[in-house]
C-alpha cells in the first residue's frame, strides 16, 4: 500500500510526458492508474497502421489522429476525474521553453531521436526540473533518472551516430543485404519516384567515363512512344546490367573481391510480360496497390527467387506510373507504403543477387528499410511502470534510492532487472559541465555555413543558435531580428572564417548559444590545411565531445528504443521504442551490482543505453548470453527487497564499453 507521504505526492504533482508512443500509452495508462491528477502530454505524430499491435490505447478509426489527443481521450474513459493536456505540436517549438518547464515537478521522455531528447534534457537542465528517460528494443529496455547537478545528464554518455555507408561501397562494392536496401531505397526509388532535381548517383563509379555517358544520359526519362514495358525493361538493363559491367571494368576493383554478374531482362523475363495473377481494380487507393497481390504472392516472409522478385520490380514499377502517376516526382520512402516496400524489397534482392549477397523476405527487408526492431508490448509495460516507480522517488526527494534499472532479454545473475545506482554528473561533459570543445578546420576554406550545419546543428543539436567571436555577433537566428541584421548574417553564412568581419582563425574561441534552449558552449578553433575525405567527409573535426565508438560489423537496422547513452551507433531511430546493442568488456561477468562511478570510469565505460542503438539482434542476444551465469537452470528472483540487491558489494560493477 502506498504511503500517504506517497499518495500526497502523486496528486500533488504536475507530470510532463514527452511521447504517446509504445512507451507512452503505457505510461500514461500506468501514470492514470497510480493517482496522478495533472498530466501533460506533447507529441507531434499520428497513428499509423503499424501503431496499432503494441499501442493499446488506440483502434483501427483513429488512424490519421492525434497521438496525444486520442491517448488522452482513451484513459479518460477509465479515469475521467484526472486532468490530462494534450499538445499535438514538436517539443521543440519556441512556445516549449524553459519557462515552460518550470512549471512541472517532473518530466517523463518517451521519445523516438537523438536530437529531441538532447533538446528536452538541456531544457530540464535550464529549468532544473529532473528528467526520466526511457528506451525499449525488444526484449531489452532501460529507465535512467538524471537530475542537475547530482547525476549524470543525458548527454554525459556517448550517443550512438547515425549509421552512413561511403558512397562508393554503395554504389560500387555492396558486401551486405543493408547495402543493397540503401542502394534500391535512396538512391534508386528516390531517382524513379522522388524529386528530380536532387543530386544522385546510380551510376557505378568506373575510370571509363566516356563508357558511362552514353548510358546514363537521360536513362530515367520515358522516351517518347515508349510504354511501361519497355520502359521497365530499360531501367531494369542500366541498373543490373550495364552498371555491373561498367563496375567490372575497373579490374583494380575486383583482385581481392568476388566479382558481381550482370543481369538482363532477357535472362529473366519472358518475351512479353503478362501478369500471371490478380487484377488492380480501378479507383484503388495506395493502400490496395499491391505487386504481391497482383502477382499472387501471399506470405511477406518467403524469400522469392531472382525471377520472381524481377516480376516484383517489374509490377510495382508498372503500378507507381499506372495507379499512382500523380505521385511521381514527390515520393520519399515509407515503410508504411506496400509498394514503395515491394519496389525496393525486389530491387535489393536482384542486385543482391548479382554480387551474391543471400536474398531476403520482404519482411526482413521491411524491418531494414525501415529501421524497424519489431517491438514487444511487454518491455513497454515494463517499462512504463519502473519510469512510474522512479517519478515517485522523485517527487517524494528520495534521492538515496534512485536506480537506473535494465531490463535484460536473458537473466544475468539470476535477474531480468538490474538495478544501478545513477552515476555523477561528468566533468568532461560541454553541456552540464561546460567543458570547452576543439574544432579542426580549414579556417581559408571552410564557410560559416558549414560550420552552422554540419557542427552546431549537427553535431550540437541546437536550434536558434548565436555564434559569438569575443564581443562580437557573427550569426544569429531569430523570429524578431531586424531585416538588415538578417541580410547580414545571411551573408556571413557564405563567406570562409577567415573572412568574417570578426575573422576565425587558428586560436579563435567562439562562443555557441541556443537561447532556447539556454545552453552554451566554447570552441577553440585550430586551424588545419587538409582532411582525409574518406575518413573525416565534413572537412572538419569536433573533439572534447563524448563519442560513441561506430561498430563497423553493425549493419542491422534500430529498432524501438526510446533512449540513447553509452551504446553503439548505427542509424536514427524511427519510432517509438528503439534498438539497443549492449557490448561487454573483460570485467567479469559476475559483477552485476553498480555503484557511484569514478569520474575517471565515465570515459572508459557504462551501463547500456538501451535507447536507439540498434545492431544484429543475433549480436544482442550473444552478448547478453556472455552476461548469463549458468542461466539455463537458473531460477528468476522476484525479489521485494531492491535495496539488499543493490547495495550490497558496491565495489562490483558491471562495465560495458561505451
Not at 500533488?12 to 508512443?21: R, T
Not at 529473366?268 to 490496395?288: A, I, M, Y
Not at 568581419?501 to 539556454?518: A, F, K, M, R, Y
Not at 517509438?576 to 567479469?588: H, K, L, P
Request: glycine share 6%; proline share 4%.
Amino acid at each position: 500500500m502506498a504511503s500517504e507521504e506517497q499518495i500526497s505526492a502523486i496528486k500533488g504533482a504536475k507530470v510532463l510526458m514527452v511521447g504517446a508512443g509504445g512507451i507512452g500509452c503505457e505510461l500514461l495508462k500506468t501514470l492514470a492508474l497510480s493517482g496522478f491528477q495533472d498530466i501533460h502530454i506533447i507529441d507531434m505524430d499520428t497513428i499509423e497502421v503499424s501503431n496499432l499491435n503494441r499501442q493499446f490505447l488506440f483502434r483501427q478509426s483513429h488512424v490519421g489522429q492525434s497521438k496525444a489527443k486520442v491517448a488522452r481521450d482513451a484513459v479518460l474513459r477509465f479515469r475521467p476525474n484526472i486532468s490530462i493536456t494534450p499538445y499535438h505540436a514538436n517539443v521543440k517549438e519556441s512556445r516549449f521553453n524553459v519557462d515552460f518547464y518550470k512549471e512541472f515537478d517532473v518530466v517523463l521522455n518517451g521519445l523516438d531521436n537523438l536530437d529531441a531528447r538532447r533538446h528536452v534534457n538541456r531544457l530540464c537542465l535550464a529549468a532544473d526540473v529532473p528528467l526520466v528517460e526511457s528506451g525499449t528494443t525488444g526484449f531489452l529496455g532501460q529507465v535512467t533518472v538524471h537530475l542537475k547537478g547530482k547525476t549524470e545528464c543525458y548527454e554525459c554518455q556517448a550517443k550512438p551516430a547515425p549509421k552512413t555507408y561511403p558512397v562508393c561501397t554503395i554504389t560500387s562494392t555492396p558486401s551486405k543485404f543493408v547495402h543493397c536496401i540503401v542502394w534500391a531505397k535512396d538512391l534508386l526509388f528516390a531517382k524513379l519516384f522522388g524529386d528530380k532535381n536532387l543530386e544522385n548517383d546510380l551510376n557505378v563509379r568506373s575510370s571509363d567515363a566516356t563508357n558511362l555517358s552514353e548510358h546514363s544520359e537521360d536513362v530515367f526519362e520515358c522516351r517518347k512512344g515508349e510504354d511501361i514495358e519497355q520502359y521497365g525493361r530499360r531501367i531494369y538493363d542500366h541498373v543490373f546490367g550495364h552498371n555491373i559491367e561498367v563496375a567490372l571494368s575497373n579490374e583494380e576493383t575486383w583482385k581481392n573481391r568476388n566479382k558481381p554478374w550482370p543481369i538482363y531482362s532477357k535472362d529473366v523475363f519472358p518475351d512479353k510480360l503478362t501478369k500471371e495473377n490478380g487484377k488492380t481494380e480501378k479507383g484503388s487507393t495506395t493502400e490496395d496497390v499491391s505487386a504481391m497481390a497482383s502477382l499472387g504472392l501471399k506470405n511477406p516472409q518467403d524469400v522469392w527467387s531472382l525471377a520472381e522478385n524481377s516480376r516484383v520490380f517489374y509490377e510495382s514499377l508498372r503500378l507507381f506510373f499506372s495507379k499512382r502517376q500523380k505521385e511521381i516526382g514527390n515520393l520519399t520512402f515509407d515503410k508504411d507504403d506496400q509498394l514503395a516496400v515491394e519496389f525496393v524489397t525486389a530491387a535489393a534482392n536482384i542486385r543482391a543477387s548479382s554480387f551474391g549477397i543471400p536474398l531476403h523476405s520482404l519482411f526482413e527487408a521491411k524491418g531494414i528499410a525501415g529501421n524497424i526492431v519489431h517491438a514487444v508490448a511487454t518491455t513497454n509495460a515494463i517499462i512504463a511502470g519502473l519510469i512510474v516507480i522512479e517519478a515517485i522517488k522523485v517527487l517524494k526527494k528520495d534521492s538515496n534510492n534512485y536506480r537506473m534499472t535494465y531490463c535484460l532479454e536473458h537473466p544475468s545473475k539470476k535477474l531480468l532487472l538490474m538495478p544501478v545506482e545513477p552515476y555523477e554528473p561528468n566533468k568532461s561533459c560541454y553541456v552540464c559541465s561546460e567543458t570547452p570543445l576543439s574544432l579542426e578546420v580549414n579556417t581559408h576554406h571552410s564557410k560559416l555555413r558549414d560550420f552552422v550545419e554540419k557542427i552546431v546543428k549537427a553535431k550540437l543539436g541546437m536550434n536558434f543558435p548565436v555564434i559569438m567571436s569575443g564581443a562580437s555577433i557573427i550569426y544569429e537566428v531569430g523570429e524578431d531580428l531586424e531585416e538588415d541584421m538578417v541580410a547580414i548574417y545571411a551573408a556571413n553564412l557564405e563567406k570562409a572564417l577567415s573572412e568574417l568581419p570578426s575573422p576565425v582563425i587558428s586560436g579563435t574561441v567562439l562562443t555557441v548559444e541556443d537561447l532556447q534552449q539556454e545552453f552554451s558552449c566554447r570552441i577553440n578553433i585550430k586551424h588545419r590545411e587538409e582532411f582525409d575525405e574518406e575518413k573525416e567527409p565534413d572537412g572538419m573535426l569536433l573533439s572534447g565531445r563524448v563519442e560513441a565508438p561506430v561498430d563497423k560489423n553493425s549493419n542491422k537496422p534500430i529498432g524501438n528504443g526510446e533512449s540513447t547513452s553509452s551504446a553503439l551507433s548505427t542509424e536514427e531511430i524511427q519510432e517509438g521504442e528503439r534498438d539497443v546493442e549492449i557490448q561487454e568488456t573483460s570485467e567479469s561477468a559476475e559483477n552485476v551490482t553498480g555503484k557511484k562511478r569514478k569520474l575517471s570510469e565515465v570515459s572508459k565505460g557504462s551501463i547500456p543505453d538501451h535507447s536507439g542503438l540498434p545492431d544484429e539482434s543475433s549480436r544482442n542476444q550473444n552478448q547478453l548470453e556472455k552476461l548469463d551465469v549458468d542461466d539455463e537452470d537458473d531460477e528468476l528472483i522476484i525479489s521485494n527487497d531492491w535495496e539488499s540487491l543493490t547495495k550490497k558489494k558496491r565495489d562490483d560493477t558491471i562495465q560495458f564499453s561505451a
